[in-house]
């Protein structure tokens, strides 16, 4: 069956350098992939997509990075600042109804 | 102007009790999904709707019911609720029900079963 695996359950950085996420999927080949951002108590936001066919995306200092050939998606943040400390999900369609599956996610916590 | 909006934020409750959460959507969108995020943190679909017909049906108790009035809102009714139901649940759209389509979250019900 499908799996998604993101790195770690937390990311500790200094502020200033960059952060980098992982998510690994297995037995799935999909059209997109999708970043979120969830802090606590609040339900998870948008960040970037990225399709397929697509190497990278950037959004300011969101840089996203997908590799069909190791079923790996990279996140990075560049210039990492405390108010990007929260949880950052990845995730991948299954089937054809925009149903997401998600990964567990990683904490990253940016210190000043 | 919220966009995903849920109701209540908060609900603990007794077991074997009925409950709903309410859902509403302003961004005129024609999907809309409940999902459940457990103590570990996963995110799991549990139901979607397209213009108030369901089109996603995951593998979850029939002691859950979604319905959609309409389609700007989508509940969640709980009958006999049991302690493994405590979650957050959130309550999300999409303007289209396929394709690459950003989903919005609304700000989750937690939900405690006593």
């Known amino acids: 069956s499908q799996k998604i695996e993101q790195n770690s359950e937390a990311l500790n950085i200094q502020e200033g350098k960059t952060a980098t996420l992982t998510c690994n999927y297995t037995?799935?080949?999909?059209?997109?992939l999708q970043w979120y951002r969830q802090d606590p108590g609040r339900g998870p936001v948008f960040l970037l997509l990225?399709?397929?066919?697509?190497k990278e995306k950037r959004k300011e200092r969101l840089k996203v990075t997908f590799d069909t050939t190791l079923k790996q998606s990279l996140f990075h943040i560049t210039a990492s600042q405390p108010a990007d400390s929260a949880t950052y999900l990845c995730a991948l369609p299954l089937g054809g109804y925009n149903k997401l599956i998600f990964g567990a996610g990683t904490r990253l916590a940016v210190h000043p | 102007d919220t966009a995903v909006s849920q109701t209540p934020k908060y609900l603990v409750t007794q077991m074997g009790n009925d409950k709903s959460i309410k859902c509403e959507q302003n961004l005129g969108h024609d999907t809309m999904y409940w999902y459940k995020q457990d103590s570990k943190k996963f995110l799991k679909i549990m139901f979607s709707?397209?213009?108030?017909?369901?089109?996603i049906n995951e593998t979850v108790p029939n002691r859950f019911s979604p319905k959609s009035p309409d389609k700007a809102h989508l509940n969640l009714h709980i009958n006999s609720l049991e302690l493994g139901d405590s979650a957050v649940y959130f309550c999300?759209?999409?303007?289209?029900?396929?394709?690459?389509?950003?989903?919005?979250f609304g700000p989750g019900t937690r939900l405690t079963v006593l």
């Open positions: 709707y397209n213009n108030k017909e369901l089109i």
């Open positions: 037995n799935y080949s999909p059209a997109y």
């Open positions: 999300a759209s999409s303007q289209a029900e396929t394709g690459a389509d950003t989903q919005y």
């Open positions: 990225i399709r397929e066919n697509e």
